[in-house]
């Protein structure tokens, strides 16, 4: 996997991925699951500026036709190391090994460390690309205020192998206005959304589409997918706020 740093970014990543021992070879655990995921987008607060919402995260599934409208995801067992997808758990993290940034088995790229309540990245289900982002939302997003998140992001562009890369995002509570750029080969890919409580949405000029949340204490994190069908590229990003 290809480490891409957006030079407009003063962010310096981690290092990678650490083995701790045996096991963790292979793609991430498979198993049935009678937990459905659930249809549409990140969905609306359940009361209040800092309520939380019914879905703790979406995903996107990319098929030979293309990318598919992002679906909403809720946790199993109010866990974020477990992926549930068309009725089929992925396991996220791997016995014996961890990471900073990401781990990368077999075109799997999970999110490390560098995110306490949030997951995000591209796993293979049945032979398609997931790009997921998934967490512990925010119960006390706040409603005034700015906020810079600096972290990483994990990018698809068409059939290639994710490629991983910076990201940045400057947010304002008070005006719920979010923009941010990721950062990829050739420069960044900007994106901007609205804030509806601790989620967020939102279309770039470009086209590009974005959803995600806020995850933690005081929107301590933020996390997110992103895709454009005219460019064919897809994605998704995970980013702590500044001191």
Do not use: W
Not at 19 to 47: D, E
Not at 89 to 109: K, Q
């Amino acid at each position: 996997m290809q480490k891409l740093n957006l030079a407009a970014l003063a962010l310096v990543t981690a290092s990678g991925l650490a083995a701790c021992g045996g096991g963790g070879g292979g793609s991430p655990s498979v198993s049935s699951s009678n937990t459905p995921s659930t249809g549409g987008s990140t969905g609306g607060t359940t009361g209040g500026n800092t309520g939380s919402t019914s879905a703790a995260g979406n995903y996107i599934k990319i098929t030979a036709a293309g990318a598919e409208a992002p679906k909403s995801l809720t946790l199993k067992n109010n866990s974020r190391d477990t992926l549930v997808v068309d009725g089929k758990e992925i396991a996220l993290t791997y016995p014996g090994i961890s990471a900073g940034t990401f781990t990368n088995l077999n075109g799997n790229v999970i999110s490390g460390s560098h995110l306490s309540y949030a997951r995000y990245g591209v796993v293979k289900v049945d032979g398609n690309p997931i790009v997921f982002a998934q967490g512990n939302l925010s119960t006390d997003t706040p409603t005034t205020g700015k906020a810079t998140y600096k972290g990483l992001s994990v990018h698809v562009a068409g059939s290639a192998a994710p490629i991983d890369g910076d990201s940045r995002f400057d947010v304002d509570f008070g005006a719920k206005k979010l923009i941010g750029v990721v950062g990829v080969a050739g420069g960044g890919i900007q994106l901007s959304a609205d804030i509806t409580g601790n989620t967020f949405q939102g279309t770039y000029a470009t086209g590009t589409q974005t959803q995600g949340a806020f995850y933690g204490p005081q929107a301590a994190e933020l996390s997110g997918t992103y895709s454009n069908k005219a460019a064919n590229y897809n994605g998704a990003f995970g980013a702590v706020k500044q001191p």
